[in-house]
């Protein structure tokens, strides 16, 4: 018993010191590559633990003593850089840390900075309008009219306030200009491209009705407005 005992001690040594030499055996090979030493994957360079960005698997990976780096920032070749959670040099329109950078879509990978002011599609968010970075609320001009977005995101089907004006965004996000029903109620929204709310048509007058009540400027218009203070469609009325 005390013979096998001794026996399993001096194996279990001996494996243990075979285990060991692996990084050795690797740096007296000179060997170079993503390699699994003892029991962690490692970037070797001529048997060296690696520092720097390589190329694997289709992408850029940013290793540290050989050590693969996740979420965080690179700087090389005099450019900036953003690995993933796994270890993935990002590329695309990315969203880090309540910001948005572009990082181009051609394979180079590196930062190009902020997103300064531009609809485009968020990589795991979707298409939102970015300003300085940041997700963008308000009026943006865009292919030929205005769109309304909240938090980025585009806003359709409904009133907004803007410039000391009132505007009406469609279906398709457009503010609207133009005659035009909502809500049962015919309202003019001109038609030289400026998009705001001219008047209320009340129906016909009758002989004697004062026009103005037919013709509002749009301060003189009012809304009732639900528990969030947005303006409810369709109610519509003159303070007069």
């Known amino acids: 018993m005390l013979v096998a ?11 243990e010191a075979v ?37 694997y698997m289709g992408t850029y990976y940013w290793f540290i003593n050989g050590v693969r780096q996740d979420s965080g920032w690179r700087h090389a070749w005099g450019m900036t850089y953003y690995t993933d959670a796994e270890g ?10 309540g910001k948005v950078y572009d990082f181009g879509n051609n394979g180079t990978f590196f930062s190009r900075g902020i997103v300064k002011d531009a609809y485009v599609n968020v990589v795991g968010v979707g298409w939102r309008w970015i300003n300085n970075g940041q997700m963008f609320s308000g ?13 980025g995101v585009r806003a359709d089907n409904g009133w907004h306030f803007a410039w000391g004006f009132a ?18 109620q015919t309202l003019n929204f001109g038609d030289d491209n400026t998009f705001y709310l001219r008047y209320f048509d009340g ?3 009758n002989p004697g009705d004062d026009p103005r009540r037919f013709m509002q400027p749009v ?22």
Do not use: C
Request: aromatic letters at 18%; zero cysteines; glycine letters at 12%.
């Open 203 to 205: 129906g016909s007058a």
């Open 88 to 97: 993935r040099a990002v590329q695309g329109v990315q969203q880090i840390n």
């Open 139 to 151: 009026f943006r001009h865009y292919m030929g009219t205005y769109y309304w977005f909240e938090n």
């Open 167 to 184: 505007y009406y965004t469609g279906k398709d996000g457009r503010a609207l200009q133009g005659e035009q029903t909502i809500d049962g």
């Open 5 to 15: 005992v001794i026996g399993a001690t001096a194996f279990a040594v001996n494996s």
């Open 19 to 55: 285990h060991a030499d692996t990084v050795k055996a690797i740096q007296k090979q000179h060997k170079s590559g993503y390699l699994n030493a003892d029991g962690q994957w490692l970037w070797f360079e001529n048997g060296q633990r690696y520092t720097g960005f390589r190329y």
């Open 219 to 240: 301060t003189d218009l009012e809304f009732d407005y639900d528990n969030n203070g947005h303006p409810i469609p369709g109610t519509a009325y003159w303070d007069n």
